[in-house]
């Protein structure tokens, strides 16, 4: 009896063995097919057989040929319908691959590549429960997978795809992360930014920044001087690189990591790289080679992008500062940029949607003083309202008003500014005046403030 159950198990297993070399086969419906046969036969083979599949499946996964990522994708999609218990088995190994192609970039316009991920992402929604709990459960797998592709991976295009799930991974952490494990992480990162900036480098700054965010107080605190100099050090040269996809992760890195820390040298620095990087964008004479090549409306538009994240990043940056007198100095700038009848609409939107957030949030040591500030966000709301922008210009209203209502953060010489608000259209037919009157702020006695 035991010797023909024997028998029935061996011939089960080469049965398993010859599906799976069918679920390479190269006709797609083919491959689905046997995939699903694999699926149905699995819970009946060996261990040995069943860890043959999940070789061939991982093999598959990291080939470069993405027909046989798609066998990998049938077989376990096919094993999560009808045996997933042994798919569990093998989580710790499957998951990091399956979190990989998910984060892969969708070409716009392309049907396939959407078609692709939207796959991916419902084979990742049926082996996790969620992206946060898998994060959690198997963050360690998850991030030791990330760093190995990174540092051995030859194709460009997967690197920069790790750079993206090390992203969503840190997102989903948040505070989970220790100020040891972000300066263990940042120490294998940060050297892979020295030399050239190959196709999609600019996701692993952004992963950069991202580490900033989620555990920079954390690591302050387990930094040395010397090794946050060193990592300051490495963002300038970074945010300062002559391509302007790249040099804007940068800055946006650079933003974050002043931010988070706080360290505010490194918001001094990009208040100077800023003012830099405009005058150079609006000065035809600094035209270089690469822009050359290009039309005038592709020239603009890459330029345009640019400024947006410049001000995003300076904006973003200025929450690390406390010091009544720095602000003062950071405020100043801003109200430079809102004033410059030159500056591209989509940067000064990208100004004042950032300077909304930044007014909720900011908490200076001292009562700050933004009088000009209201002034130029509502000279740059009468701006836009003439250019037909009037969703802008509520934008600057609504900054306006945030910073009235913050009286222990913000201090405003309603007199100085009363005789513009009355006279204001954009401020009239928005009915502003009104609430700010009914909030005592532009009143007899605002002298006082």
Known sequence: MFSNTLIIL????????????????????????FASAVSYLAKFVSPQSFEALMKTVLKDLVADDESMKQSAKHVLKSLSANC????????KLVIPYVFLETCQTVVRGDEASKKRREEWCDLWNEIVPSTEAAVR??????????????????????????????????????????????????????????????????????AVAAVFSCAGPSLRAVWTEKETEEVFGILCREASKKKMEYAAAGLLATSAFAQALPYPKAVEWLVEKVAD???????????????????????????????????????????????????????????????????????KQALVTTLLELSSSWQPQSVVNVTTLIEALLMAAEEMVNQQRKSIAMQCLSVISKLAQR????????????????????????????????????????DTQ
């Open 10 to 33: 061996n011939n089960i297993d080469k049965l398993f063995n010859a599906l799976i070399a069918g679920t390479r086969d190269r006709n797609p419906s083919v491959r689905k097919q």
């Open 84 to 91: 997933s218990e042994l798919l569990q088995g093998y989580s």
């Open 137 to 206: 459960m198997y963050n360690a797998e998850i991030i030791a997978f990330i760093i190995d592709i990174l540092q051995n991976n030859d194709i460009w295009s997967v690197r920069a795809q790790a750079a993206r799930m090390l992203t969503e991974t840190v997102g989903h952490l948040q505070d989970r992360m220790s100020g040891a494990d972000a300066a263990s992480l940042l120490s294998f990162i940060m050297p892979m930014l020295s030399g050239r900036i190959w196709p999609g480098k600019e996701n692993l700054v952004t």
């Open 277 to 347: 990087n405009v005058r150079k964008a609006l000065d035809p004479s600094e035209d270089d080679d690469e822009q050359e090549e290009e039309d005038n409306s592709t020239r603009e538009a890459r330029i345009a992008e640019f400024m947006v994240q410049n001000m995003i990043s300076l904006v973003k940056a200025i929450g690390a500062y406390s010091k009544v007198e720095d602000a003062s100095v950071a405020i100043g700038a801003l109200c430079v940029y809102l004033g410059n009848d030159r500056l591209f609409w989509k940067a």
């Open 407 to 446: 009286k222990d953060a913000f201090t405003v010489h309603w007199n100085e500014l009363k005789k513009k608000f009355e006279t204001s259209r954009v401020v009239q037919e928005s009915g502003m005046f009104d609430d700010l009157e009914s909030l005592t702020l532009i009143t007899a006695n605002s």
